[in-house]
C-alpha cells in the first residue's frame, strides 16, 4: 500500500490527555472515570436481556455453550454469567464470548448487544475496585474520559486490513488515534509525542501550575490501554520511541507529586505499567538492553507504592527478558520470585504464566526435571480456569500462549518432535487479535521443524510467518526467522527452502542468493 496521509487535520487523543496531564492545553470536557466505582447508577444490559426472550438464565446459558462448540470454543457460561451480564456488571466480554456471542448473532456488534466496546477496559489491573469479572472485564468500566458519546464511534475502514478482515471495534477506536506508516502492510504507531513542543519541560509547567490527580492518572492509564491494544496487533517496532517519550512525561508527573493519596496511588500504578509496556516494546524490538532498566524501574515503584499485582507483573517480564537474553538463572529466579508475590493474589491464571517462565529457564540450563515439574504445575495451574483476580494484562495467556511457551522448552531441550507439535497447536488456537503471537508462534514451529530435519515443512511455516511479517513488525519474530534460514540455508536445493530463503533475502534488503539471513 502507497503511503497514505489524510487531508483532515490529525488529533491524536492519547497524546492530548498527556497533554493535560502536564497542563500543556486546556482540559477536554470530564466525563466518569473509567475506574471510577460503577455504583448504584450501573445501567443494566437491556439489549442482552431482548435476546433471551422467553429462555430461563439457565437455558440461555446452554444455548451459549453450544453455540460455543460449534465453532471450537469452550466456554463455561451459566445463569450466574447471564445475569452478570444483563445486570450490566460485565460490560465487555472476553474474546471468546466475544466470538460465540457474534456466531449467534451474525451482522451484529459487541455494541448491539449492550457491551462497551473494548478499548474502554483494555489494559486495567485486578485490583481493589477495578477488579474484573468472570469474562475479563472490569466490574466498574464506564465512558472512556474526555468523551461525550453515549455510543461508540462508527466502524471505519482501515486500509491496512484485506477485504475480509474488519477491525474490531477497539482496533477502530485506536486506530482514529494512530499515524498509519506506509508500505504494503502498514503499521500502527500510537501519537505518544512526550509534549516536545515547545520544550522538553512539558512536566515541569504542570509542577509549577498544579500537581497532578486523577485526571492525570487517567491520562497514563489510557496510554497504556492504547500501547497494549496496538501491539497487540500490530507489534512493537513502530511504537517504542513514542512511548518511551511518553513513559518520560509519566515519570514527570510522578515526581510532581499527586495531590492526593487515591490518584497517587492510580499515578504510581499506571506509570509502574507504562514502563513495563515500554519495556516489553522493547524486548519485542530486539532492544533487550533497554528493556532491562524499564521493567527494574517498574519493579522499583511497586515496592514503592506497595503493589503487590505490578511486582508479579515486573517479575514476570524480567524472567522472559533474561530467558531471551541467554541468563536463565535469573529468569528461574525473577519467575519464582513473581510466583512468591502471586501466590496472595487469588490468580490461578498469574500464576500458571509465572511457572512457565520458571520452565523457560530450567530448558536454558538443561534441567529437564526441574523443567518438567514447572511446565506441570504450569498446566495445573491454567486448568483452573478464569477468575476475577486475573489482571487484564494476561488476555494473550490462553491455551495457544501455554502451548507455545512448552514449545520453546521443548526446542531448548532438543526435543523437536514434541516442540513442533506444541507449536503447530499454538497456531492452531491463536486468537486472530492477536496477530504479532500467530506470528510468533509459526516462526516457532519453522524453527522446531527445522530442528527436527523437517526441511521442506519447515520452510512453508517460515514463509506464512514471512507473510504474516507483512502485517506486524516484530524483531523478534525477524530474529527467530533468520535462525531458521540458518538452519535451512545449507537445504537450498528443496525448492521450497530456495524460495524462503530468498524471499527473506528480499525482505533484508540483500543482493547475493546466498545472503539470506542476517548476522545473530
Not at 444490559?45 to 453450544?66: D, I, T
Request: neutral net charge; aromatic residues 6%; charged residues 25%.
Amino acid at each position: 500500500m502507497a503511503d497514505h496521509v489524510s487531508d483532515i487535520p490529525f488529533v491524536d487523543i492519547t497524546s492530548r490527555m498527556l497533554q493535560e496531564a502536564a497542563g500543556t492545553v486546556p482540559a477536554m470536557a470530564s466525563s466518569p472515570s473509567p475506574s471510577a466505582p460503577a455504583g448504584p447508577g450501573r445501567q443494566p444490559n437491556l439489549a442482552f436481556r431482548r435476546l433471551r426472550g422467553r429462555l430461563s438464565p439457565g437455558e440461555f446459558a446452554a444455548v451459549v455453550r453450544r453455540a460455543a462448540r460449534e465453532i471450537g470454543e469452550n466456554v463455561s457460561c451459566d445463569a450466574r454469567y447471564v445475569g452478570r451480564v444483563e445486570a450490566g456488571e460485565i460490560r465487555c466480554p472476553n474474546y471468546a464470548y466475544e466470538r460465540v456471542f457474534l456466531h449467534m448473532y451474525p451482522g451484529r456488534s459487541l455494541t448491539d448487544l449492550g457491551f462497551e466496546p473494548r478499548q474502554t477496559v483494555r489494559g486495567r489491573a485486578a485490583r481493589g475496585r477495578g477488579a474484573y469479572d468472570a469474562a475479563g472485564a472490569p466490574q466498574d468500566a464506564r465512558t472512556r474520559p474526555g468523551s461525550t458519546r453515549s455510543e461508540p464511534p462508527r466502524p471505519i475502514r482501515d486500509p491496512s486490513h484485506g477485504p475480509n478482515d474488519h477491525p474490531t471495534d477497539e482496533e477502530n477506536d485506536v486506530l482514529r488515534r494512530a499515524f498509519m506508516t506506509g508500505g504494503p502492510a502498514a503499521v500502527a504507531a500510537v501519537s505518544l509525542d512526550p509534549l516536545a513542543h515547545p520544550a522538553a519541560g512539558a512536566a515541569e509547567t504542570a509542577t509549577r501550575s498544579r500537581r497532578p490527580g486523577a485526571a492525570e492518572a487517567t491520562a497514563v492509564e489510557q496510554t497504556v490501554r492504547d500501547v497494549r491494544l496496538l501491539d497487540d496487533r500490530y507489534g512493537a517496532d513502530g511504537l517504542y520511541h513514542r512511548a518511551d517519550g511518553a513513559l518520560r512525561v509519566a515519570y514527570d508527573l510522578l515526581d510532581a507529586g499527586a495531590r492526593r493519596q487515591p490518584a497517587a496511588g492510580r499515578l504510581h500504578t499506571w506509570t509502574g505499567e507504562l514502563a513495563l509496556s515500554v519495556g516489553w516494546l522493547a524486548h519485542d524490538s530486539g532492544r533487550l538492553a533497554e528493556a532491562r532498566p524499564h521493567y527494574a524501574e517498574a519493579l522499583a515503584i511497586a515496592r514503592v507504592a506497595g503493589d503487590a499485582a505490578l511486582e508479579a507483573h515486573a517479575f514476570c517480564n524480567t524472567s522472559f527478558l533474561a530467558r531471551d537474553a541467554g541468563r536463565p538463572r535469573e529468569a528461574v529466579r525473577a519467575a519464582q520470585a513473581g510466583q512468591h508475590i502471586a501466590r496472595h493474589l487469588g490468580s490461578a491464571r498469574l500464576l500458571s504464566l509465572l511457572a512457565a517462565r520458571e520452565a523457560g529457564g530450567w530448558a536454558l540450563l538443561a534441567d529437564r526435571i526441574a523443567c518438567e515439574e514447572s511446565l506441570g504445575r504450569a498446566r495445573t495451574l491454567f486448568e483452573r480456569g478464569p477468575c476475577d483476580a486475573d489482571p487484564e494484562w494476561m488476555t494473550f495467556h490462553g491455551e495457544a500462549e501455554l502451548n507455545g511457551l512448552e514449545a520453546q522448552c521443548r526446542a531448548a531441550l532438543g526435543d523437536w518432535g514434541r516442540a513442533a507439535r506444541r507449536a503447530r497447536r499454538a497456531v492452531a488456537l491463536q486468537d486472530p487479535h492477536f496477530a504479532r503471537n500467530t506470528a510468533l508462534f509459526t516462526a516457532e514451529l519453522a524453527d522446531d521443524l527445522a530442528g527436527g530435519g523437517e526441511v521442506e515443512e519447515a520452510a512453508g511455516a517460515a514463509g506464512r510467518a514471512l507473510d504474516l511479517l507483512g502485517q506486524v513488525r516484530s524483531s523478534r519474530v525477524g530474529g527467530m526467522l533468520d535462525r531458521t534460514a540458518r538452519r535451512l540455508r545449507h537445504h537450498r536445493a528443496v525448492p521450497a527452502v530456495a524460495d524462503f530463503l530468498d524471499r527473506l533475502a528480499e525482505r533484508d534488503g540483500k543482493s547475493g542468493p546466498a545472503e539470506g539471513v542476517r548476522s545473530a
